[in-house]
């Protein structure tokens, strides 16, 4: 019986090399195969690997292992690793036995001779071979951290919308038609009709005669093009040679999607070319569905990618996008009739790369737990936090209308202890004095900070709430008795038991309040911190004296004891600008003398409820 397959995504290169190495001790002389997402162009870029192991033994196929790969994801290499007993022919018979009859295409196979030890067999280097399955010739391994690869990266964003028209006699006759509808659209798609559009230029990707073509504008890369969105859509923008922040932001290239209104070539049919009306009759009663099906389609490619290879990419990520709509259409039909369905975008911390679905329109999030707890179970992500809520969805900086500044500490500076960084996990947004045309100042820290905590369990899908006012916050307090009926619109503090009596109120979530005798005694609860950040990666309010901050992480060494607080300052009143706020110190690394010294502080953890 074949060994189970082990889908283990892994985050980097060394993780690859330490699983090769791992499972080339375990399985002995049995050949073991790691199936690597590779995007078509001069580079390849390792964005989630799955072990297999007994690849000669094993019923899964390519498509099985890739099936949650990003649709953008265009071909897929065959790493195969084994002890030096396996030949490189040997490896090229399993590598083929194992992609008989699969869908899958894959760029090329790579055969690490791994010796007895797990090791290279070349005193420690790596030595790899690459081609097909009927020739391999020597390759050379660069290893690039993940963060500057994907640093390196464009999106190519199609969207639009398709339409289908089914007619259907009975219910259980809605399948077919349907799928012969989706079927229809397919061949559209896949057909050298179709062209896509930069938006805002002349510039035009499509086929000629099955082969990619570029029109408009002189582009040779993908740089390019992204340069001519900077521009005026005809002359690229001088590119910006100014060093890189440490914060991340998307850059994106959108386009639309059109059909030609004549033939590319001389075998091209002819039906698209001129609009027609059908007539038909049928002998039976009928129904019809016409449905606009949204489409959202994201391709990462690398900037030094050639721009003759952009047609086809677009190309088979709306199919694939397609074929992921005809199977949800069909399956959401049963449990809740015809349904609009909307493609999603989401990023979850474990992968690289973003994951795409589709959702039935007006189906509450509750009913959809059996797809999502699906997604997890595939994924390997746990099951006790949401990642697909559509809460969840991942939005492009660029488009986010957040009018709060959000994860404020990215890009700051290590604190120098040099211990373990435990920090929150995920979105918050950074509330703060004088916000929302209030006046709150020597008064309102602990509102903010409460706010902050809120925003966190909405940016991560927990709710749908919307963050609190001060007054909303308020009249909570006097409806579970814990202030009286004239504190709401008062001006008076709240503390961290009030705050967790909100949160518990609000959000149905509760919290641990953690008491420290003195600001002085904080310096020693840097292991409470660093388990808390570890298992619920939540921020914490902490209320001490006259003033109420939120920390976000800890550095904290257990070989030394020092430590040091990562601490976003409510008491700021200034604009929205991360520069100031991060030199400044209202987001910073704080020692333990930042504390008051002589006051006692009671800390908020608010705990995450258990969900998808």
Same mark, same amino acid.
């Given at each position: ?50 072990? #297999? ?19 953008? #994801? ?78 390196? @990266? ?27 509808? @989706? ?14 559009? @930069? ?5 035009? %990707? ?7 073509? #570029? ?14 969105? @900077? ?19 998307? /850059? ?53 990618? /050639? ?47 973003? #994951? ?100 966190? %369990? ?22 579970? /008795? ?131």
């Amino acid at each position: 019986m074949a060994a189970p397959i082990v889908r283990r995504m892994l985050n980097s290169c060394d993780d690859l090399l330490a699983e090769i190495k791992s499972n080339t001790l375990k399985l002995g002389d049995k050949s073991f195969a790691v199936v690597i997402a590779s995007e078509i162009g001069d580079e390849g870029l390792i964005s989630d690997i799955v072990s #297999i192991p007994d690849v000669s033994g094993t019923p899964f196929s390519p498509r099985d292992v890739v099936a949650e790969l990003q649709e953008g #994801i265009t071909s897929y290499s065959i790493l195969c690793a084994s002890p030096s007993r396996l030949t490189a022919s040997e490896a090229r018979e399993v590598v083929s036995r194992f992609l008989e009859g699969a869908e899958a295409t894959y760029s090329g196979f790579y055969f690490w001779d791994v010796s007895a030890d797990g090791t290279s067999p070349t005193s420690g280097s790596l030595s790899f071979l690459e081609g097909d399955t009927d020739s391999l010739q020597p390759c050379s391994l660069q290893m690039v951290p993940p963060h500057e690869y994907m640093n390196q @990266l464009l999106y190519l964003r199609l969207t639009g919308t398709l339409s289908i028209h089914c007619t259907y006699s009975s219910s259980s006759d809605f399948h077919h038609a349907c799928e012969t509808s @989706l079927n229809n659209l397919s061949e559209r798609l896949g057909s050298s009709q179709v062209v896509y559009r @930069l938006t805002g230029s002349r510039l035009l %990707f499509g086929f000629n005669d099955g082969r990619p073509s #570029i029109s408009g504008p002189s582009v040779r890369t993908v740089e390019d093009v992204y340069l001519l969105t @900077l521009g005026d859509g005809e002359t690229p923008a001088k590119k910006n040679k100014s060093k890189e922040t440490g914060v991340r932001n998307e /850059k994106v290239i959108d386009l639309g999607l059109l059909f030609k209104t004549g033939p590319s070539s001389k075998d091209e049919t002819e039906r698209y070319i001129v609009p027609t009306v059908q007539y038909e009759t049928y002998q039976e009663k009928t129904q019809s569905a016409s449905m606009d099906l949204p489409l959202s389609v994201v391709v990462p490619l690398p900037a030094s990618c /050639k721009v003759s290879l952009v047609p086809e990419c677009l190309q088979r990520a709306t199919l694939k996008q397609v074929q992921v709509i005809k199977k949800n259409l069909q399956s959401y039909f049963e449990a809740h009739g015809v349904r609009q369905v909307t493609p999603y975008l989401f990023k979850v911390p474990s992968h690289s790369h973003l #994951i795409s679905t589709v959702y039935p329109d007006r189906v509450d999030d509750q009913d959809l737990e059996p797809v999502r707890r699906e997604l997890h179970d595939r994924l390997m992500l746990p099951t006790d936090e949401p990642c697909f809520r559509r809460l969840n969805r991942f939005v492009f900086p660029h488009e986010k209308k957040e009018v709060y500044l959000t994860n404020t500490h990215e890009g700051l500076p290590p604190s120098g202890v040099n211990g373990e960084v435990s920090i929150v996990r995920g979105t918050y947004s950074y509330h703060h004095y004088m916000q929302d045309k209030l006046n709150d100042n020597h008064w309102g820290c602990a509102y903010r900070s409460l706010q902050t905590l809120c925003s966190w %369990f909405r940016h991560q899908g927990y709710t749908d709430t919307p963050v609190p006012t001060h007054r909303e916050i308020q009249q909570i307090l006097v409806d579970v /008795k814990d202030k009286p009926a004239n504190f709401v619109g008062t001006k008076q503090w709240i503390g961290s038991v009030e705050v967790s009596t909100v949160l518990n109120q609000l959000l149905d979530v509760t919290s641990k309040i953690l008491f420290v005798a003195s600001g002085a005694e904080l310096a020693t609860k840097g292991r409470e911190l660093e388990h808390h950040f570890k298992t619920q990666g939540t921020p914490v309010m902490s209320g001490g004296g006259a003033r109420a901050h939120t920390i976000l992480g800890v550095d904290f060494s257990s070989r030394t004891g020092d430590i040091k607080f990562l601490v976003l300052d409510p008491h700021y009143m200034g604009e929205e600008d991360i520069k100031i706020i991060q030199e400044k110190g209202w987001c910073a690394w704080q020692g333990p003398d930042f504390w008051d010294q002589e006051a006692y502080y009671n800390l908020c953890l608010p705990q995450r409820p258990v969900m998808i």
